[in-house]
């Protein structure tokens, strides 16, 4: 019967592996231009999607937003300590529901590359690291540590076995068809020495053993074995070259932008740019590419790593924070791709022939047989003219064009043919619950509060000579450690005497006799404190509270898993009477880990003794505030503005949606009005709010909300004001686009059969975001030398007078339209002059 049921489960995959679509049941190999399936060189575009940074709710939208913009390949990581967060116990539910998430990807018609690490980095806690792995006897992290590898094999076969299982990889029917293991070690194994190298070879051997049937790859991993793919990480990889002639050229992370830190400004990246970068790596032989992030999503909980990584992962990509897409940079690639995909057939047949047209200026062709396309690139900061086959090129600086037939310009990276959008946050009162039912606007008297115990206030404390180190003793269990000592002063005691103390991180506050004193924090850069604070003590016994707090920890960095947090001293009050100094760092100490609050479980707002009889305590530290709210109506993205808080952790419905922090400010220098996407991209070239706080928006998933009642908890930790925090959703305003007369035409005419579909000339094109929406005003229209960006548009020297009511008619009351860029359309209102036309549309 076992022998009967064997036959018939493989005529099944049999015939299930002929009957399928090709993307399932497939051979996956490489060669040294591509990745295979079934012996079928392919070119790949990816985009990362970490399924922990949104909601399961969420998934389906963003999977087909990525599809639509032109993705093949669905890439994420799998984070250990979000799946294993005490060992042996595993949860893959909800946002860690792996299985679910691969099968949405795999109904959507794309492939997924699993990046199982086990080590991520990825600005999440610890690197995805577990924190019991820290205390395992003997172990070392990522090095030929038999306690590590033990583990570390454990987990990775654990995930295999799990979408072996589901029938998840390509070789069973699934999309998988990528696995990585570890993740960047090559930037960091130097210090690691010989035990590194040994390390690696033994994690490709692990990897390869477990038998996917789909290749490995290891990024940035120079000496990776075979049959390893080494890929590159950053954001330009043209340059790169795998270590064997018979590996593919792979980019697993071209950064889409850059992570933003709590005291930081909010990085950007030019699509120009990443387009530029994109079209430079398949221009010089690359076959797949990843864009890191393809959506960023959210930091909830304590998932950020860093330290002080904030709670906002949006990383400035395609997709923004809250799922909507960000115009121009998504269609723009899309178009990109669409551009890269009509060479693909000459692109996986050969190698490309790169020759110099001239200083800074490059061709690449690929040419079999009948087929030819070619990239002609501008790798310079000033425009340039070329000639290439005998025909002359515009290049502007800094950009590619790509060319199908190795003649007609399909699309420049510098050029835009994208609309744009304006996204904005509407604010609305928090619309509190009473206890009768209705709704009513923002009162104090619907919040109520308690107040956290300054101190020693728990059970499981404990005392030793000395300070400890914090992770080793909290096991990040949580933020909090509490530093407590009494101290006796049998005389008056000097009106300036001063705390100091040194902290290995990440901030703290010191409360004197019941009273906060003083805060110091880090900063990304440097997330040790020190600071001195002016205290007052008194003749007797006297407390010192120390709070020590950290914001996410380290992911990166050699033996990353050893750096320390909290205060290590020395603690010393300084000019004491007689200008003495004693130092408290060697005195008894009493300790506790966490919070009253948290062993309580205040968080999920329907347990403790909640205060609603008195004054709302106001600009008081250590302070729980609850309230019961109703959820904005609609269907708009939902946040919580957080400005009037100090610093602490919000839950919605009990639910974490992370740490806020809208009171440290990012550095007033380093900002500028416009960024010029011309020249090399560095995470510190293209910065916006400077001067202001690094986050006051704070992402609350619409599917944690209920319609009518909801409740809201805060744990403030420095003073705030909670009746001020208000609601926003998130609404797209204007419809933009700004198009030249040195536009090619739009990608999707080249698709046309027609020869004269090639050769017609730039068109304008407005879609609303929403299919149910049509255009119901112009706010500008102009023909000429428009300038400006969207929402700010102004007339050049020229315009014609005839814009406006001809972008009118052939727009409102319309979801979308097409205007030809055109003197034939608008007239000539300045002649030898290249025109453009730039419009400003509403949807409603």
Not at 245 to 253: C, D, H, I, L, R
Request: aromatic residues 12%; contains cysteine; proline residues 5%.
């Amino acid at each position: 019967m076992r022998e009967a049921t064997k036959i018939l489960v493989f005529r099944l995959v049999w015939f299930l592996c002929i009957h399928v679509p090709p993307m399932f049941c497939a051979n996956v190999t490489y060669d040294h231009r591509a990745l295979l399936i079934d012996g079928n060189r392919r070119l790949f575009i990816s985009g990362s999607i970490h399924y922990p940074r949104s909601t399961p709710q969420t998934w389906p939208d963003l999977i087909q937003k990525s599809k639509d913009g032109g993705l093949d390949v669905i890439e994420t990581y799998v984070f250990w300590n979000f799946h294993e967060p005490v060992r042996g116990q595993y949860y893959f539910e909800g946002r860690g529901d792996l299985v679910n998430f691969v099968k949405l990807v795999a109904a959507a018609g794309l492939y997924v590359h699993l990046r199982i690490g086990p080590y991520a980095c990825a600005e999440w806690n610890y690197g995805g690291f577990p924190l019991w792995l820290h205390f395992i006897p003997g172990i070392k992290f990522r090095t030929d540590n038999e306690p590590f590898k033990a583990e570390m094999q454990r987990f990775t076969a654990k995930i295999v076995d799990m979408m072996k299982q589901e029938n998840l990889y390509a070789s069973q029917g699934g999309p998988i068809i990528l696995s990585q293991i570890e993740n960047e070690y090559g930037n960091i194994d130097k210090p690691y020495g010989a035990a590194g190298k040994s390390y690696i070879k033994w994690a490709a051997s692990m990897a390869t053993s477990l038998n996917t049937g789909v290749p490995w790859v290891m990024c940035q991993q120079p000496d990776a074995p075979d049959p390893m793919i080494n890929t590159c990480n950053g954001f330009y990889c043209d340059q790169f070259t795998p270590n064997s002639n018979a590996k593919p050229k792979m980019w697993t992370e071209n950064w889409s932008g850059w992570f933003l830190s709590f005291g930081g400004a909010v990085p950007y990246r030019p699509v120009e740019d990443i387009a530029f970068a994109v079209a430079r790596f398949y221009q010089r032989g690359g076959t797949f590419q990843n864009y890191y992030m393809y959506h960023g999503g959210t930091n909830f909980g304590r998932t950020s790593g860093g330290p002080f990584i904030s709670t906002s992962y949006d990383y400035d990509a395609p997709i923004d924070e809250y799922g909507i897409i960000r115009q121009p940079k998504w269609g723009h690639l899309r178009d990109l791709h669409k551009a890269i995909k009509l060479c693909e057939e000459a692109l996986i047949a050969t190698d490309p022939t790169i020759t110099s047209l001239g200083s800074n200026l490059e061709a690449a062709v690929y040419k079999s047989g009948t087929v030819c396309a070619a990239f002609l690139a501008n790798i310079g900061t000033s425009d340039s003219t070329t000639n290439f086959n005998g025909n002359s090129y515009q290049l502007p600086a800094w950009s590619v064009s790509i060319l199908p037939d190795c003649k007609n310009v399909v699309l420049n990276t510098a050029k835009i043919n994208s609309a744009s959008t304006t996204s904005s946050f509407i604010t609305q009162s928090l619309k509190l619950k009473e206890d009768g039912g209705g709704a009513l606007e923002d009162s104090s008297s619907e919040w109520s509060w308690i107040s956290e115990p300054i101190g020693i206030s728990k059970n499981g404390s404990f005392s030793k000579f000395g300070l400890v180190e914090q992770i080793n003793t909290t096991a990040d269990r949580s933020d909090y450690l509490w530093y407590s000592l009494s101290i006796d002063f049998e005389d008056d005691v000097s009106a300036q005497t001063v705390l100091h103390i040194e902290s290995l991180g990440h901030a703290l506050h010191a409360f004197i006799n019941g009273k906060l004193a003083g805060s110091g924090k880090g900063n990304s850069g440097n997330a040790k404190v020190n600071v001195d604070i002016p205290i007052t003590l008194v003749a007797g016994k006297n407390t010192i509270d120390l709070l020590s707090l950290t914001v996410g920890l380290q992911n990166y960095g050699s033996f990353f898993d050893t750096w320390g947090a909290g205060i290590t001293g020395p603690v010393t009050l300084k000019g004491l009477k007689n200008g003495t100094t004693i130092d408290l760092s060697s005195q008894q100490w009493t300790y506790q880990i966490g919070l009253q609050g948290e062993d309580l479980g205040l968080s999920s707002g329907s347990v403790g003794q909640w205060n609603s009889q008195s004054n709302l305590p106001k600009n008081q530290p250590l302070t729980w505030y609850k309230t019961n709210f109703v959820a904005p109506s609609g269907n708009d993205p939902v946040a919580i503005d957080f400005t009037g808080m100090g610093k602490g952790e919000a839950w919605v419905n009990g639910q974490s949606i992370g740490r806020f922090w809208p009171t440290y400010v990012s550095p007033n220098s380093g900002c500028a009005t416009s960024c010029n996407y011309r020249g090399s991209y560095s995470s510190s070239k293209c910065l916006k709010n400077c001067g202001k706080p690094s986050q006051t928006l704070y992402h609350v998933p619409r599917s944690w909300l209920q319609t009518d009642s909801n409740t809201l908890v805060l744990f403030e930790e420095s003073g705030g004001d909670p009746t001020q925090i208000s609601f926003a959703t998130k609404q797209i305003g204007s419809l933009c686009s700004h198009v030249s007369e040195s536009h090619p035409p739009p990608i999707d005419m080249w698709n046309s059969d027609s020869e004269s579909g090639r050769r017609s000339g730039p068109v304008l094109s407005l879609e609303c975001p929403n299919p149910k929406q049509i255009i119901s005003s112009i706010k500008f229209a102009s023909f000429g030398t428009p300038s400006g960006t969207c929402g700010s548009f102004n007339h050049g020297s020229c315009s014609s007078n005839k814009a406006l009511s001809i972008v009118k008619k052939a727009c409102i009351g319309s979801s979308n339209c097409k205007i030809n860029v055109s003197i034939d359309t608008f007239g000539d209102p300045c002649r030898r002059v290249t025109k453009s036309l730039a419009v400003e549309a509403s949807c409603t």
